[in-house]
Each structure stands twice: as C-alpha cells, then as structure tokens.
C-alpha cells in the first residue's frame, strides 16, 4: 500500500500511516512518502512505540520514503 502524505503538515502522515497499517495484512509493507520534516522524526518513533518494522527511510526529489512493514 501506498500512502502519499507529500505536502501534509504534521501529524496528517503520521495518521494515514496508522490507517493504512491497520488496514493491511500482518508482514505486508506500507511506502509512505511525506515532505514534512516532523515525519523524519515522528514515523521511527512511531513504530518503535507501536510494535512496527521500519524498514527503510529513503530520501527522495520531495522529502523522504519510509517503508513500514507491519509486525503485529
């Protein structure tokens, strides 16, 4: 799943992150790309408190790609 957050000032990223986890399947992947410079902060952080695997964080032409493998 994809969830484009780009131009989305904080916590719009960090929200969509957590709907798009819930909705998918335990071990499959969420690529959220977000140009909010709270995300580079707030989205580790996040899956560190909810049990969540970040997989990759990846610069890119527009701030940045997480990649967010759900774990539980």
């Known amino acids: 799943m994809v969830v484009d957050s780009l131009g989305k000032a904080c916590p719009v990223p960090?929200?969509?992150l957590a709907k798009?986890?819930?909705q998918v399947e335990v071990g499959e992947e969420v690529l959220v790309f977000s140009d909010d410079p709270g995300s580079k902060v707030d989205i580790p952080v996040w899956c560190r408190m909810k049990g969540q695997?970040?997989?990759t964080v990846e610069p890119g032409e527009r701030?940045?790609?997480?990649?967010?493998?759900r774990a539980n």
């Open 20 to 22: 798009a986890v819930a």
């Open 53 to 55: 695997t970040l997989v």
């Open 63 to 69: 701030g940045w790609s997480f990649l967010v493998r």
């Open 14 to 16: 960090l929200i969509e």
